[in-house]
């Protein structure tokens, strides 16, 4: 999931910087100071979860939680996400520095765009309800990245199809591992503290 | 159904390693440039191609790595070596060997064809010299051969170390990250102070 140093062109890294330049900028401003806190939680998760290996083949991938990380944060995935995606290209050597800003877009995206389809639907109906949405948001947030991954690949010179097939279907373990995480994440929210998906939809 | 079985057999399918990190390195070996490429954790590139590439950017040449992930080039001009491997969704290998290296291992190759001389040279004079003195070359390759089999396993746990993510690491990054977002509880607070 996270791209390497050296694989992409020039202008697909400067385009990737300045959207996620934006990203961050957006979110700082929308991360109000009771948000920090889960701000904080959900970067250290996302931080360590990508250390979570699911095995399929000879081959592994790992969780990337992104689509709970933007249910929770709107906008403000774009900070938290960064911070994690920084610290891990420093600690683990996980993608690297240059391509910091196009790996943050490709990850935060579709955080965010799993919000703004799912936010409000989690908020409402029961509480099961909410989880079952919460599940396909998080599903929905890998899709996603997996297809950002492969038209950064495709922009830089790769054939698109084939990239994005071999991404999206590599992911699908994670996808329904990260649906269930989801859903039962915003289950045991909805239930503990209801208010902070009704807050998160307003705002 | 027919789709569902398409999607199974392409799960299914052997996917190339799709690992974060790619290893790579490069080393002398005898007249030869040694190198070996993989992913962290522990598959090895088969049959991948390696492009070298001079200084300037011009290819020099091309090779293909073995089933462990090795691969040989023979340089034929003393410049800095760039090997890379594009390895598909992604992972790009890419190491230098810098000129001074090359010029040694050419070096290496050109003492190679003077050395029969001198080697034979010693031996026919003093019979009962020094055994040191009486390795053939066809010996010191042979030597030279093992020693480097036996270190491979040990270089490539060496670089499959430097991959470990310990739990220092681990715990170091969550301590950046708490400390981080107490800084922006600071500032937050202080903008909320000041309004």
Known sequence: MHIVDGAL?????????????????????????DRIPTAGVLSASFFVASLIHVP????????????????????????????????????????????????????????VLAWMIFGRLIGRGSAVHGAIWGG?????????????????????????????????????PVMVVEAVLTGFAVLLARKVKPELFLKGSSA | MKQLILIVSLICAPLPALAHKVIAGVFPAGDAIEGELGFSNGDMAVGQEVIVFGPDGAELGRTVTDEDGFFLYIPNSPVAHTFTADMGA????????????????????????????????ISAEGANGGTVASLSDEEREVIAKAVRDEIRPLRREIA????????????????????????????????????
């Open chain 1, 9 to 33: 062109s020039n202008p697909v890294v400067i385009g990737g910087a300045i959207a996620a330049a934006g990203g961050i900028a957006v979110g700082l401003k929308s991360l109000d100071i």
């Open chain 1, 56 to 111: 399929i083949g000879p081959s592994s991938v790992h969780l990337i939680l992104n689509g709970l990380a933007g249910l929770l944060l709107g906008w403000a995935a774009f900070p938290a996400l960064f911070v994690g995606l920084l610290l891990q290209a420093v600690f683990f050597g996980f993608g690297g520095l240059t391509v910091l800003g196009v790996n943050t877009f490709n990850i935060a995206m579709p955080a």
């Open chain 1, 136 to 172: 396909l948001g998080g599903a929905f947030a890998i899709a996603a990245t997996t297809l950002f991954v492969a038209v950064s690949l495709a922009l830089t010179g790769d054939e698109f199809l084939p990239a994005a097939k071999l991404v999206f279907f590599a992911h699908i």
């Open chain 2, 90 to 121: 992604g992972h790009v290998a890419k190491v230098i060997m810098p000129a001074d290296e090359v010029a040694e291992i050419m070096g290496v190759a050109a003492e190679f064809v003077e050395a029969p001389v001198t080697v034979s040279d």
């Open chain 2, 160 to 195: 499959a170390y430097r991959e470990k993510n310990d739990m220092q690491s681990i715990l170091g990054g969550i301590g950046y990250i708490v400390g981080l977002f107490g800084f922006g509880f600071y500032l937050a607070a202080r903008r909320k102070m000041a309004a």
